[in-house]
């Protein structure tokens, strides 16, 4: 499951993923906050977290997280991806570069400093 965080300024968003993350939570969760974020602003700020009670992407979930960060290419202005998950921060250090904005990876003891780092300046 994915749940929306509170607390950002406007131009940010933050997402927390629990358990198993499924094609429906980016289409009733991710998917419209992005878009809507996107009406309002020219470039957005986006935090994923990926926290201790995550445990795995369905296929459907990856194809549809590809999909919307292809879509909006140049509109991702940072990108923080809180996790230990391995293979997870394998990937975005191999496909990161593909985003036009900054990316970084935090671990998940660092929560608070990504959190920071995203609203910073907003």
Known sequence: MVEKM???PEGALGFSAKGT???VDYEEVVIPAV???LAK????RFLYSLGGDFKEFESAAMWEDAKIGLKHLTS???VAVVTDVDWIR???????????GHIRIFPNSEIVEARAWISEGL
Do not use: C, N
Not at 41 to 44: E, L, P, S, T
Not at 90 to 100: C, D, E
């Open 6 to 8: 509170e607390g950002f």
């Open 21 to 23: 993350v499924t094609r």
């Open 35 to 37: 878009e809507e974020a």
């Open 41 to 44: 602003f020219h470039k957005v």
């Open 76 to 78: 991702w202005e940072r």
């Open 90 to 100: 394998a990937a975005i250090k191999v496909f990161g570069f593909l985003l036009h």
